[in-house]
């Protein structure tokens, strides 16, 4: 009876340290390796240097890119304005036709706004209006 207890606790303890091991390794998997970590974490940045106060759009580009395609589930399809940016923008959407997808909305820095709105494989364009300074802009 005892030798049968030890067995089923062998048995548990020998699953759990594997599972464990395996953990571990995706875990590693997941953070070190780029191309695991930006599909299941998504994430575009624009860095924007405006030097004149202007009230004309400019286009972001994320990542040296003119468009973002949400093309995968792991999308969260939200505009962050960094903390660390100057100030506030006001951001516009447009879809590849130019029509504007989702209109003007303000982004303070340190806060986001879900663009619950965009569709999963489009392509969508960016457009900023800001005062003059630094913005840190992330399409995650």
Sequence with gaps: MVNGQLKKIGWISA???TLTIIFVCFYQVYQNVGTVHDYFS???TSFLTID???DEWSSIKF???DSVKFDSVFWDKTITNDGNSTGNVVIRVKDGKGDIV???FQVSPGHFKE???LNK???YYFELKAAKGQF???AT
């Design 42 to 44: 998504p994430k575009m």
């Design 63 to 65: 990542n040296g890119q």
């Design 115 to 117: 663009l619950s709105g």
């Design 52 to 54: 004149n106060e202007t």
């Design 102 to 104: 989702i209109d003007e």
């Design 136 to 138: 840190f802009i992330n």
């Design 121 to 123: 494989d489009k392509q």
């Design 15 to 17: 699953i759990f340290v």
